[in-house]
């Protein structure tokens, strides 16, 4: 019997791809299901007509970071180091999907910690099932995870109470602090995430790529350097013909036919 992919790939519309990490129970995130995921995320970001891609998972759980029992066995600095560079490990996954061209929509179906969380924070938008939870839950193992982007998220006083209490949240405080932007019944949140990623795929790609990247930058330029690349990015998608025909369509009423170029 041919064993189930730990990644399945959907394209349910023009430009969206949608990507379902399959490990039950909790979706732990160990090298296996890493190779899985940036093969699969590396194939959908050199596809020129993917423009946003939607992941989520399956079950109660979106994705539970790192598998703990085999955290347990690594006894030494140097198979510690080596666990946490793996080149298909959970943060390789996170590194890619921050950097990629395209923008990303975690639909966040269920609990979410830890590793899982770091790895949601990577993703651009964040939609949450009104059934899922929140954990920072590094004090909880004691490590230390998520103190680089939840305060850029939602703002250090919040991502202070999450980060040192490692408590359970709930998706309507989520979306209160701002960690999500929308919560959604179990059964609507995927919809719900194809119908953005459908939106954000309908504008200019060069455009969306060219914003995804700077606002990737935005807490770490100064007003100077702000300033030079907004003129330097502005001037480049201002000379494509992408920007054209999203004038011409809009003066003219009519959807715009992009070509990336």
Same mark, same amino acid.
């Given at each position: 019997?041919? +064993?189930?992919?730990?990644?399945?790939?959907?394209?349910?519309? /023009?430009?969206?791809?949608?990507?379902?990490?399959?490990?039950?129970?909790?979706?732990?995130?160990?090298?296996? @299901?890493?190779? +899985?995921?940036?093969?699969?995320?590396?194939?959908?970001?050199?596809?020129?007509?993917?423009?946003?891609?939607?992941?989520?998972?399956? %079950?109660?759980?979106?994705?539970?970071?790192?598998?703990?029992?085999?955290?347990?066995?690594?006894? =030494?600095?140097?198979?510690?180091?080596?666990?946490?560079?793996?080149?298909?490990?959970?943060?390789?996954?996170?590194?890619?999907? @921050?950097?990629?061209?395209?923008? $990303? $929509?975690? #639909?966040?179906?269920?609990?979410? #910690?830890?590793?899982?969380?770091?790895?949601?924070?990577?993703?651009?938008?964040?939609? /949450?099932?009104?059934?899922?939870?929140?954990?920072?839950? %590094?004090?909880?193992?004691?490590?230390?995870?998520?103190? *680089?982007?939840?305060?850029? =998220?939602?703002?250090?006083?919040?991502?202070?109470?999450?980060?040192?209490?490692? #408590?359970? *949240?709930? +998706?309507? =405080?989520?979306?209160?602090?701002?960690?999500?932007?929308?919560?959604?019944?179990? +059964?609507?949140?995927?919809?719900?995430?194809?119908?953005?990623?459908?939106?954000?795929?309908?504008?200019?790609?060069?455009?969306?790529?060219? =914003?995804?990247?700077?606002?990737?930058?935005?807490?770490?330029?100064?007003?100077?350097?702000?300033?030079?690349?907004?003129?330097?990015?502005?001037? @480049? $998608?201002?000379?494509?013909?992408?920007?054209?025909?999203?004038?011409? /369509?809009?003066?003219?009423?009519?959807?715009? $036919?992009?070509?990336?170029?």
């Amino acid at each position: 019997m041919t +064993a189930r992919p730990l990644v399945q790939v959907t394209r349910p519309s /023009a430009g969206v791809a949608v990507l379902t990490l399959d490990s039950p129970p909790r979706n732990a995130f160990g090298p296996p @299901e890493g190779e +899985a995921f940036l093969a699969a995320f590396a194939e959908l970001e050199a596809d020129p007509a993917v423009r946003c891609v939607v992941v989520t998972g399956t %079950g109660t759980a979106f994705l539970a970071g790192g598998d703990l029992r085999l955290q347990q066995t690594l006894t =030494t600095p140097e198979q510690q180091r080596a666990h946490a560079d793996h080149p298909h490990g959970l943060s390789a996954a996170m590194r890619r999907v @921050e950097e990629a061209r395209v923008p $990303v $929509v975690a #639909a966040v179906n269920g609990d979410v #910690a830890g590793g899982g969380l770091e790895f949601a924070l990577c993703c651009d938008v964040r939609l /949450a099932a009104s059934t899922a939870r929140f954990v920072a839950a %590094g004090v909880n193992v004691g490590l230390i995870l998520s103190w *680089y982007r939840l305060p850029r =998220t939602i703002g250090l006083g919040r991502a202070k109470e999450m980060l040192l209490t490692g #408590a359970a *949240y709930d +998706a309507a =405080t989520a979306e209160r602090w701002g960690l999500v932007t929308g919560v959604h019944e179990p +059964a609507a949140l995927l919809p719900a995430a194809v119908a953005l990623a459908e939106r954000i795929a309908s504008r200019a790609p060069l455009s969306v790529e060219a =914003t995804k990247a700077c606002a990737n930058r935005a807490f770490d330029l100064t007003t100077e350097e702000a300033g030079r690349l907004q003129r330097q990015t502005f001037l @480049e $998608v201002f000379a494509t013909r992408d920007h054209e025909e999203a004038l011409a /369509a809009f003066f003219e009423r009519r959807p715009p $036919v992009f070509e990336r170029r």
